[in-house]
Each structure stands twice: as C-alpha cells, then as structure tokens.
Nanobody, 114 residues
Framework: QVQLVESGGGLVQPGGSLRLSCAAS????????MGWYRQAPGKPRELVAT???????SYTDSAKGRFTISRDNAKNTVYLQMDSLKPEDTAVYYC????????WGQGTQVTVSS
C-alpha cells in the first residue's frame, strides 16, 4: 500500500497562485495514474487533473490553461501548480493513486478570497 500526504494549501487572493504537493510513502514509479480531486462544501468530489506513469495529463475544463499537474518520481511526489485562481476553486484538494495501489490523502484546504 501507499500513504499520501498533501500540503501547500492556504488562503490566496483571486488571481494568485499556489503549488500543492502530494508526498507518497513509497515509490510512485509503478503507479499507473495519480490525480488531484477537489470537494467544495455541499458539492460532490470532482476530478481536477490526472497524470499517468508515461506522463500523459488530463484536466477538467475549468482547470485547463490554469492548472498543471506533474510528478517527480525521484522525490515520490506529485504536484499541482495552480495559477490564476478564482473563488470557485475554493475546496479541499485530495491526492489519489490508482493501479496497483489505491489510496487517498487527507486533503489540503485551498481558499481563494479577497
């Protein structure tokens, strides 16, 4: 199994940036896909971005052009660079791993407000 710990969340003004980190307890080299999800109060959890072991990425429409997912296998870490943040990006952001392991982090709060 693998344990995931998110960090980097916080309070930021609209138009600002944050970089979220997801540190894994073991190598992520063999994990087929890792991703970031988010959940706003009263709303279902939604997929924000994914990255495969080969480096292919995908994004939800609202994140395209503003967010960038990346991975550093040497550091066992996945990142989510968030630029041009909007109030509607406010949510708890969760890291996820799938195949052959399945795991969720505890989440990190991102609040976009002036």
């Amino acid at each position: 199994q693998v344990q995931l710990v998110e960090s980097g969340g916080g309070l930021v003004q609209p138009g600002g940036s944050l970089r979220l980190s997801c540190a894994a307890s073991r190598s992520i080299f063999s994990i087929s896909v890792m991703g970031w999800y988010r959940q706003a109060p009263g709303k279902p959890r939604e997929l924000v971005a994914t990255i495969t072991s080969s480096g292919s990425t995908s994004y939800t429409d609202s994140a395209k052009g503003r967010f960038t997912i990346s991975r550093d296998n040497a550091k066992n870490t996945v990142y989510l660079q968030m630029d041009s943040l909007k109030p509607e990006d406010t949510a708890v952001y969760y890291c996820n791993a799938q195949r052959p392991y399945n795991a969720w982090g505890q989440g990190t709060q991102v609040t976009v407000s002036s």
